[in-house]
């Protein structure tokens, strides 16, 4: 399994992001892909959710903010973060996801994940 999250970094409030995530093929072609997120002392959660044919979910806290997309030629699904909050602060990861069951991880591994900082 190969997952590789990219684009974090230091932003103050209300600022945008971009983070990326490059899989391997076979796991995104055939795969839902989910970004989740951990926040200090807490359990990682499901931030957004997108299917092979681009249905996507929001957790309620980041709806209208967060917009994910997935670009199938180049293997790779994108969280796009605007209006970003210190709350949004954590370590963002990417996995394929089971559409079928509110887009839960369905690998262990989890690659390299990236750090998200937001200052108030």
């Known amino acids: 399994v190969q997952l590789q999250a990219s684009g974090g970094g230091l932003v103050q409030a209300g600022g945008s992001l971009r983070l990326s995530c490059a899989a391997s093929?076979?796991?995104?072609?055939?795969?839902?892909m989910g970004w989740y997120r951990q926040a200090p002392g807490k359990q990682r959660e499901l931030v957004a959710g997108i299917t092979t044919s681009g249905s996507t979910n929001y957790a309620d806290s980041v709806k209208g903010r967060f917009t994910i997309s997935r670009d199938n030629a180049k293997n790779t699904v994108y969280l796009q973060m605007n209006s970003l909050k210190p709350e949004d602060t954590g370590v963002y990861y990417c996995?394929?996801?089971?559409?079928?069951?509110?887009?839960?991880?369905?690998?262990?591994?989890w690659g390299q994940g990236t750090q998200v900082t937001v200052s108030s």
């Open positions: 093929g076979t796991i995104f072609r055939i795969n839902a």
């Open positions: 996995n394929a996801a089971d559409r079928f069951n509110r887009f839960r991880p369905r690998y262990d591994s």
